[in-house]
């Protein structure tokens, strides 16, 4: 049986035009999504106050938005693969906003939970997932810079944030600061307005034998290539949630070194300002430590973006996202014993180096791994275990200080993590994924003249 291929032509990531828009979107929900959860610790100090709760108590609320922002992963993979990624994020922007405005009207901690906790951390993921899908679409080249400039989204809002929470605290009290950050939140609803899809014209594989079917598997990106025989005449269905990616060796090990980065990763930052406040910091310059870091990280992601698409960068990505994780986890444990203001303004420089290398390269090598056709599965999973880490990070720190007053140990147990993370990855790729790969471009060298013999058959 013969092939016949009807003229189309499949439109690739145009690395520019509209896609820049996109960016600027994916930087703003990226901006909300990763910065909300520390900025909103400026407000601790007085909900403890008003609760009458603790460290660990308090830190549930960001954990809860961050376990809300990587546990609903398969959710948002579900309904961006059967509505799109636009109508989930407008629905999304609803939520993160809602959350945050029924929250200024809360009774108790519980209430908090629900409302700027789940609800608010919902709709960011609602947000944040699509966003990644949709620049991944529009850049393949420059893919690397983009997934750095939009992570710059991160540290840019948090040096906003931060001290913007602080002031509305000042002037309004928290349950101000909620009403107004609700109507921040509103924006997220614009960038999902501007997240219009690519208009690609498919190839259509017209008939095809049963045997080059198996040998010729479709490209990333190309899901809905038809391809019918005698006896199978009805288009492949795509998945809502495709978990043969966790066949992938190399997407398991990142899922495990993830797990454990996410333990401590937003442990200081979460705990940093009350830490500060605590050793006698006025409050403005104890929420300006997290400005201190965005504005660091706002130069990083950008400039490590540009790095890791280098050639001889970029084909070693997994060994540079573990230089980063063992650099933030060093940070952590040369800082533990900073007290005064001085040695914490020098923490929040190097933590905020490491930490925007940390998020530049984190869906870029995710994505190296599993491809374009695989990446929104295989975040929704990832995010999904990440969730477990978030719940139990944050809160067991904050457990540690409410029992033994002492903030030494959370940078420890934290930078201990970060260590432990980017020596597993760095192992675990050297050892397995490279032979791996040699044993495929093996296979595939042999492959090679059966599939010439087979088509000429043809």
Excluded at 105 to 123: E, K, R, S
Excluded at 209 to 216: D, F, G, I, N, R
Excluded at 313 to 320: A, E, L, N, T
Aim: hydrophobic fraction near 50%; charged fraction near 15%; proline fraction near 4%.
């Amino acid at each position: 049986m013969g092939i016949i291929v009807e003229d189309g032509e499949m439109v690739g990531a145009p690395d520019g035009g509209w896609g820049w828009i996109v960016l600027l979107g994916c930087f703003v929900v990226t901006g909300f999504s990763y910065a909300f959860p520390k900025a909103i610790s400026v407000y601790f100090k007085e909900l403890m106050k008003d609760f009458d709760c603790g460290y660990s108590d308090t830190a549930w609320i960001s954990s809860i938005i961050l376990a809300m922002l990587y546990g609903s992963g398969p959710i948002a993979s579900i309904m961006v693969n059967k509505f799109g990624c636009r109508r989930v994020m407008l629905v999304g922007g609803l939520l993160a906003s809602g959350g945050m405005i029924i929250a200024s009207f809360t009774t108790n901690i519980i209430q908090l939970y629900l409302t700027a906790g789940v609800i608010t951390g919902l709709g960011l993921a609602l947000n944040f997932q699509p966003s990644l899908i949709m620049l991944g679409s529009y850049f393949d080249k420059r893919r690397p810079l983009a997934n750095g400039l939009a992570a710059a989204g991160s540290p840019v809002f948090l040096s906003a944030l931060s001290p913007l929470g602080q002031l509305l605290l000042n002037r309004y009290g928290w349950r101000g600061g909620f009403l107004i950050t609700g109507g921040l939140l509103l924006n997220c609803c614009t960038c999902g307005a501007v997240m219009r899809p690519l208009k690609c014209k498919e190839r259509k594989v017209i008939a095809c034998s049963q045997e080059l079917k198996e040998m010729l598997p479709p490209e990333a990106g190309q899901e809905n290539i038809v391809c019918e025989n005698n006896n199978d005449k009805k288009p492949s269905k795509k998945k809502l949630l495709d978990f043969s990616v966790l066949a992938d060796l190399g997407l398991i090990i990142y899922i495990i070194a993830k797990f454990i980065v996410v333990l401590g990763l937003f442990v200081p930052t979460i705990l940093l300002v009350n830490y500060a406040k605590d050793q006698g910091v006025p409050d403005q310059d104890a929420a300006f430590l997290l400005s201190i870091i965005g504005f660091v990280d706002i130069f990083a992601r950008p400039t490590c973006g540009v790095v890791a698409g280098l050639k001889w960068i970029r084909p070693k990505m997994p060994y540079f996202f573990s230089l980063a994780l063992l650099f933030n986890g060093l940070t952590d444990v040369c800082s533990a014993t900073s007290t005064d203001y001085k040695g914490l303004v020098i923490f929040c420089v190097f933590f905020g180096l490491s930490y925007g290398m940390v998020g530049a390269l984190q869906f870029e090598v995710l994505m190296g791994i599993v491809g374009k056709s695989g990446f929104s599965s295989a975040l929704g999973l990832v995010l999904l275990v990440e969730a477990v880490a978030v719940l139990i990070g944050p809160p067991s720190a904050g457990y540690l200080v409410d029992k033994y007053k002492n903030y030494e140990l959370i940078f420890y147990m934290a930078g201990g993590e970060l260590i432990t993370a980017g020596i597993f990855l760095a192992l675990a790729s050297f050892f397995f994924i490279r032979r791996k790969k040699h044993k495929d471009r093996q296979q595939k060298h042999h492959a090679k003249p059966l599939l010439i013999m087979r088509i000429k058959e043809v």
